[in-house]
């Protein structure tokens, strides 16, 4: 008799073998280097470039100084390492990307969740609350936030936070009108569940796929919202971060003076970080899907 | 007092061109430990009127009458007692098993989750357990408890409905067509498993199908209905050999008798189409496709008349009891 092998269906929460799959697979892999790389620039930049590296007063380089053995990625107009400055800049840009996206996520997919849910008057209000504010255009209601609330990291965080969520809450939102079609979402109101249970146990799980992949993509709009809203003199002026560095190197006239390494490696570093999330993304999306897991 | 009694139950929905009137005046009771078939085809209102049992029809529903569930009306309950009544005291068999399954959940967990919301299980380990055995219950390997819905087979995945529906032990247990999608061996297999689990438990069954051969084999009694209506209710036996309605006699006569060479040769069928759901005119729905009908047929509508254990609305046969 020929026996089929079946593979054990792997568990509830297997994530030792979701993290082999995401490994294993090429696309994610180099996503994730990239993004470990610059992690580990941004928490070992205090160690390698002490702070006083970063004063201009104390600056021992020679200005606009091109890539050399000693500065590998050049000087600014004040002589400063600009290696230095990027490797700070990291810092603030990935805690800005993230937190900034940790709140348009949040927000975004409860109110969507929410708006698709309740059909009755709670998510016509939700709906118009998201229309509300899809329409106003993102930069001047930063530029008034940034300006009404002084600039600082954690403003800069919010604004970006609290001006990015209506287009996940729109997608989150379509995504929900059609899982609550479904009959299983019938199931759970037959089996007597609350509103509650049914958005965290039966939509929820459904929609996060999108809500991750979507993720990914704020993350970059947010980092990219940071270097705009910096480049435009509304960051903190005291930290550095990829904006605030192109900022300087533009108002320096890094671009007469043909010092391309002022301006390209905290450009190419918001790339390659942007890059390195949807990379990630794309294969986590893939990851999460049951239906797909069990031939990687 | 029965478990489930319908009193005379109206339900409409509001249209631009009018209203539909899905549900007109059906009245039917489940005692407790029963089994009780409804037939009729597609659009003939019996999922709707299964529905109005745990509140369960659309909001936008306009209903009337009496849905007394141990004697209480589900309409009158808070919303409290109503999210108690379902699943603990009447569960439900979907008809689409890959769909009634979430499938990002394993089916462990699924099954368990009625148990968790009601609370009949004190913990999450004595739900898991009980899960467990539900799953062995329904012929499901117990290794497939982690699994999810689209690794089972479709036979596998009306089990665990069924498992499901067994969770809090209710009292009654809705089958909504729960065998179409299956090959006939898998539905024979199917429906033993849930009949030995509502007789084993004394539980009552309210089952819905279009297939009378099903209901023949499951049903205590049988009520066919045709255009939001019961138009002949009985004992199985009683219905299903001895039809009055000629509506029913067309159904059992669709049954081919195997061997039967007049069967072969004449296969029965209806002339017509069923009435669109919603729009009835006066007079008996089923006058125009009936081969009896005669002239009252069209001016009024017949009322469900005779005995306890065979009744029929119709002006023909109904009189000659």
Request: aromatic share 6%.
């Amino acid at each position: 008799m020929t026996t089929l092998e079946f593979k054990a269906p792997s568990p509830a929460g297997g994530f030792r073998d979701g993290m082999r799959r995401l490994v294993r697979s090429r696309t994610a892999l180099a996503g994730a280097l990239v993004l470990v790389g610059f992690l580990v620039m941004a928490l070992t930049a205090p160690l390698l470039f002490p702070e006083s590296t970063l004063s201009v007063t104390r600056a021992d380089g020679p200005p606009f100084s091109p890539p050399s053995l000693a500065y590998p990625l050049g000087t600014d107009e004040d002589g400063r390492s600009v290696l230095a400055l990027v490797a700070w800049g990291a810092r603030v840009s990935l805690l800005v990307g993230l937190g900034a996206t940790a709140i348009s996520m949040s927000l975004g997919t409860a109110i969507g969740i929410a708006s698709g849910h309740y059909r009755g008057w709670i998510g016509a209000a939700l709906d118009r609350v998201t229309d509300w504010f899809l329409v106003i255009p993102f930069l001047p209601l930063a530029i008034v936030l940034a300006t009404v609330l002084g600039p600082s990291i954690w403003t800069i965080t919010a604004v970006i936070g609290l001006t990015a969520w209506p287009g996940t809450a729109r997608l989150v939102r379509a995504h929900t009108l059609s899982v609550s079609a479904r009959p299983y979402l019938e199931r759970s109101r037959a089996l007597g569940a609350r509103n509650a249970h049914q958005m965290i146990h039966h939509i929820l799980p459904n929609v996060m796929p999108l809500v991750l992949a979507n993720t990914t993509l704020a993350i970059s709009i947010a980092i990219l919202s940071e270097t705009t809203l910096s480049f435009l003199g509304l960051g903190d002026p005291g930290s550095i971060s990829w904006g605030s560095i192109l900022d300087q190197g533009f108002q320096a006239g890094a671009i007469s003076e043909g010092a391309w390494w002022y301006l390209g490696a905290p450009g190419i570093c918001v790339v390659l970080v942007v890059l390195a999330f949807n990379l990630i993304g794309r294969s986590i999306e893939a990851l999460l899907d049951p239906s797909t897991s069990d031939n990687p | 007092m029965s478990l489930v009694s319908l009193r005379n139950v109206e339900l409409a929905f509001d249209s631009s061109s009018g209203p539909l009137h899905i549900l007109r005046g059906v009245t039917l009771d489940v005692q407790e430990g029963e089994v009780v078939g409804i037939a009729g085809e597609s659009g003939c209102g019996k999922t709707t009127l299964a529905s109005t049992i745990l509140r369960l029809q659309p909001p936008t529903a306009r209903l009337s009458g009496g849905v007394m569930v141990n004697g209480v009306d589900v309409n009158q309950m808070a919303w409290g007692d109503v999210r108690a009544l379902r699943w603990a005291v009447g569960s439900v068999v979907f008809q689409g098993a890959l769909h009634s399954l979430n499938p990002v959940q394993t089916i462990g967990q699924q099954i368990m989750e009625p148990m968790l919301i009601h609370g009949t299980q004190p913990s999450p380990s004595l739900a898991r357990h009980t899960a467990q055995e539900l799953l062995v219950e329904v012929g499901v390997p117990i290794t497939r408890f982690g699994a999810y819905p689209h690794q089972l087979s479709g036979g596998q995945r009306q089990r665990v409905v069924i498992a499901m529906a067994m969770a809090c032990r209710p009292q009654l247990v809705i089958a909504d067509e729960p065998t179409t999608a299956l090959d006939v061996m898998v539905q024979a297999q199917v429906l033993e498993v849930l009949l030995n689990l509502v007789r084993s438990h004394n539980m009552s069954m309210l089952f819905i199908s279009h297939d009378l051969s099903v209901l023949a084999q499951v049903a205590d009694r049988i009520a066919v209905m045709y255009a939001g209506r019961i138009i002949e209710e009985g004992t199985t036996s009683q219905v299903l050999e001895h039809p009055l309605h000629p509506y029913t006699r067309a159904l059992v006569d669709a049954f081919p008798v195997i061997g039967d060479p007049r069967h072969r040769f004449a296969p029965a069928s209806l002339s017509g189409e069923p009435p669109v759901p919603g729009r009835y005119g006066v007079g008996c729905a089923f006058a125009p496709r009936c081969p009896a009908s005669e002239d009252q047929c069209t001016q009024a509508e017949p009322t469900l008349l005779g005995t306890m254990d065979h009744r029929v609305a119709c002006f023909v046969t109904g009189g000659r009891e």
